[in-house]
Structure formats: C-alpha cells, structure tokens
C-alpha cells in the first residue's frame, strides 16, 4: 500500500456504515412506499456468532443469530417498525397488543416513538419483571387479564374490531414482513442458506416469517435453496405438537406459555414445505440449554429463547443431524429480561464472603 493511500484510509471515519434498521436496508421486501413514515429504533444487524459447542455437538458448523441484541432485547423489533410505521401512515392514533411481555414491550417503545398510545394486555402473572419494566417505561396503558394469553389476544382482537386502536400482534401481517429480515440477515452474512434453521415456537409467528423469508430469498435467487425448519416448543405449551390447543399451558418459559398459537396453520406449512420439524422440550432440558449457552458462549438469553437450543442438543443426542451440516439457531430474547428464572435454580449467587484483602480472595478463588 502507498503512503498516501494508507493516509486516505486513515482519514475516513470509523464507523462510517451505520446500520439503519430493517426498514431501510431491506425496504425493496417490505410493504411500506416512500410515503411511508419509518418509525425506526435501528432494529436488527443482529449478530450470528459462531458455536464452538453447539458445532461439536452436531458435528457441523452452527451459528446462533443473536435476537437479543435488539433495541427491546427481542426479536419483536423487527415486526414492530413494520407493523408501527404501517399503522401510523393509516392514521393510527392507538395500538393495542395481547403479549406474554415481549412483544408488549417491543410495541410500547415504537409506539413510544411514534407518539401513539400503547395499550397491552398480559396475562394475570408470570410475566418477566423487565418486560414489565420496559412497557412501564415506555408509557403503556397496562391492562392484566384474568387468563392466559390466548384470551388476551381475543380481547385485542376484539378490541381493535370495535373501537379505533390498530391491532399489532402477529395476526397482523406486516409483522411478519418485518420478522422476516432476519433469514435475509442470516443469507447475507452466511453468503448462504443455512441446512437446517432451528427456534422457539410460541405463538408461531416468527416460524412462519423465517419460511416467507428463506423462500423470498431462494425465488429471487439471492439463496440456492431453503433451510430445513426446526421449531420447538416447550413440553407444557406444546398445542402444534399435539395436534390439538392446551387450554392451561404451563412452562418456565413464559413467553411461550401459549396453547392456541394465533399462526397455528402457517407454521404446519412451514414445517412441511421447508420438511422440517415441529418438537417439543422440557422445561429442564430449557433451562439447561439456558446455562450452557451462558456459560459456554457468553451467551445470556432467556429461558424461551433457549428451547430451540435445547431441541438442537437432543436432536444431536438423538443422532437425528446429520454430520456436516450449516445449521443456524435463533435465540429470540436478552436473558436480562428474566434476572429471577435465571437465578431461581442457583443455590447462591454470592459464592463467597471475605474481608477485603488480597490473599483472602486468592485463597477462596483456588489461586493461592
Ligand atoms: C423470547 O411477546 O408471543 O412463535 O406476546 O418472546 O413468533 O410467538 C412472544 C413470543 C420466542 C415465540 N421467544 O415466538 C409475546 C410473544 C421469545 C418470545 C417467542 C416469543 P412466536
């Protein structure tokens, strides 16, 4: 290299190719026109970082697409500029929302932003204190129901058939426009489409969005082909599984504790067309996947977002992958938002008391 090319590149600022979230830098796959206000918190650009662990396991190449470095800490993001920016170029003026806590607070800070009203209905209980923390923050009107959150949704539903407030669960398609960014994302940065892309069901929104993206992607030619689906749901919550709704689902997992999934039909058709998997995990084997990919990866997410770990590990177990595949996981939310399922299984998180000297803690360390 020249001395002064050396310097050009020395002059230009760092930094200098800010991602400017789904909406602009994938504008051409999404339903909004120049006219379109893009109500934008720099969603998406998420990392997908390479598994040692979770490759060994396989005995392929597995790359995590980390949702959780999203503005809210999940996935939701990336459906809610859509759905936000949408609703206010209609004239929106309030939004309403059914949510186990995530999309709850992904649409209050939007909404926020957007200067519209947001109104969330949650479940009585159960859900994380961030997530409550973060629609609090955001301003929300926050409505509790006696139920769970299939009767929530009913409530938003009905709400937004009767009175002037746009609905913005997944039910609405622009949602899953915007949650679809994330298999361009992962096409973009693999230079390919993945074997086999494994998540977390809950409402199965985001499944049916992956599927709308991958063959987006494979119709256009951007990608050769489309990505086996593997969606997994946790044992207690687990109607696609079933065959059948669970009228009281149950799991430690609360942002999938959902028995009527709203996308029900279009995640079966995900499934079969891209011949993947619908599966259920147990709360443990959650939990599990849950620490090690904390304490293998420097990875913290949250006890949903680690089931489709948690079925990529049995699957593995089970010698159902086969070896040297290209297989990517989604991990859907910011273990920070559940700091009390996180804990709850940790004998005590202070391992150690000492005096504040040196040797103490060398000692107490295993150093000395
Ligand atoms: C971390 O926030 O349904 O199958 O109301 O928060 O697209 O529903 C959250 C779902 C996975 C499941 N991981 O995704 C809500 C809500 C996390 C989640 C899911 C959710 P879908």
């Known amino acids: 290299m020249s001395a002064s090319s050396s310097q050009d590149a020395a002059r230009r600022p760092r930094g200098a190719h800010p991602w ?47 949702e959780g470095s999203n503005p809210t800490g999940s996935f939701k993001d990336r459906g809610m500029t859509a759905a936000i920016s949408v609703a206010v170029a209609e004239g929106a003026k309030a939004v309403v929302c059914a949510s186990t806590g995530n999309t709850s607070a992904s649409m209050t800070a939007y909404a926020a932003r957007a200067g519209l009203t947001p109104i969330v209905l949650v479940p009585h209980g159960r859900i994380a204190a961030g997530k409550m923390a973060q629609a609090v923050m955001h301003g929300a009107e926050v409505i509790q129901v006696r139920g769970g959150f299939d009767e929530c949704l009913q409530i938003s539903r009905g709400l937004a058939d009767t009175y002037p407030v746009a609905l913005v669960n997944s039910v609405n398609p622009v949602r899953l426009q915007g949650q ?3 298999s361009f994302e992962i096409v973009d940065v693999l230079g390919r489409a993945p074997d086999v892309h494994v998540l977390p069901v809950g409402n199965a929104g985001n499944i049916s969005a992956y599927w709308i993206g991958f063959r987006e992607y494979a119709e256009a030619g951007v990608a050769q082909d489309t990505p086996r689906l593997w969606g997994f749901q946790a044992a207690g919550a687990a109607p696609i599984v079933r065959g059948a709704p669970v009228p ?20 079966e058709a995900a499934r079969d067309e891209s011949g993947g998997r619908i599966e259920s995990v147990t709360d443990e084997q959650i939990l599990t996947a849950q620490r090690e990919l904390g304490a293998r990866e420097g990875i913290f997410v949250e006890p949903a977002s680690a089931a489709g770990v948690a079925g990529l590990v049995a699957a593995a177990e089970a010698g159902q992958v086969e070896p040297g595949l290209t297989v990517t996981v989604t991990v859907t939310g910011h273990g920070l938002k559940d700091t009390e399922t996180a804990l709850s299984g940790v004998e005590s998180v202070v391992d150690s008391v000492i005096d504040a000297d040196v040797s103490a803690a060398a000692e107490v360390a295993g150093l000395a």
């Open 20 to 66: 400017r979230g789904v909406i602009e830098e994938y504008r051409d796959w999404l339903p909004v026109d120049d006219d379109t206000p893009v109500i934008t918190l720099g969603e998406g650009g998420t990392p997908l970082v390479h598994s040692p662990w979770l490759s060994r396991l396989v005995r392929g190449e597995v790359h995590v697409k980390v």
């Open 180 to 182: 679809k960014t994330a």
């Open 248 to 267: 009281d689902p149950d799991t430690v997992a609360t942002a999938i504790r959902i028995g009527n999934p709203a996308s029900w039909r279009l995640a």
